[in-house]
């Protein structure tokens, strides 16, 4: 797919590459929430033009990492604590739908391959200290549950969900491993994937109410 600014053809390795950096800048803390991105200063890290910088800024704005300040630039997107428990608790609310439609499983062939696959992405990740990868792995591991339902209209609703709360389950996910023992997440994950292979739907939702995704985010409400 090749990206477009003022009508030119982008190479799209240029604005994956910029997308990806800045991305993974935003997920690992390197910029704070309301810290501020100046285009001068992210074209210098990269080594490259304004055309792929501004791309991924328009890439990063439409998935919520990031705002667009009218006349001010852009800066590291701020969620209020409201804002944040509102989308946890509307992921949730999907993802019981989710278990809700998607059982009894499918009796031939693995239905839970996706939630595998994405797990061992996480536990490879997680060994070679690659939090960045983690955290894609971990967006793709809850997707996959969501899949389980067979609704692609539910994929499709939950998908920009999930987009906005890549930062605080990210930053959920580094303060587990900087507070507790490092593989906690992992194994939070390990017994949601237990719970779906249960086949029962009552021991999945109850294990979904346990997860615990923004158990180190601080977020109540006073």
């Given amino acids: 797919m090749v990206s477009r600014m003022n009508g030119s053809a982008l190479p799209p390795s240029l604005v994956e590459m910029a997308t990806r950096h800045l991305r993974a800048e935003v997920l690992s803390g390197a910029l704070e929430p309301g810290d501020r ?5 992210l074209c210098a890290r990269l080594g490259t033009s304004r055309a792929p910088v501004r791309e991924a800024l328009r890439l990063l704005a439409q ?16 969620w209020s604590r409201t804002d944040i428990l509102e989308l946890f608790e509307l992921r949730r ?24 696959a994405a797990l061992e992405e996480m536990r490879v990740a997680d060994a070679a200290g690659d939090a960045f990868e983690r955290d894609n792995a971990h967006r793709r591991f809850h997707a996959a549950i969501v899949a389980l339902s ?13 987009v906005k709360l890549q930062l605080p ?10 507070l507790t023992q490092r593989h906690n997440g992992i194994r939070r994950h390990e017994e949601l994937l237990a719970a779906l ?12 109410l ?12 006073r």
């Fill in 169 to 178: 389950m990210a930053r959920n996910l580094r303060a587990e491993s900087r």
């Fill in 93 to 116: 609310v999907l993802e019981r739908y989710a278990i809700d439609s998607a059982f009894p499983l499918a009796a031939e062939g693995d239905p839970l391959r996706r939630v595998r």
């Fill in 150 to 162: 067979g609704n692609r209209q539910l994929e499709l609703a939950y998908e920009p969900i999930l």
């Fill in 37 to 41: 991105i100046g285009e001068e200063a």
């Fill in 197 to 208: 292979e249960s086949g029962d739907a009552a021991t999945a939702r109850e294990a979904l």
């Fill in 63 to 78: 998935e919520g990492l990031i705002e667009h300040l009218p006349r001010r630039g852009f800066r590291v997107a701020v």
């Fill in 210 to 221: 346990r997860h615990g995704e923004r158990a180190y985010l601080d977020l109540d409400i």
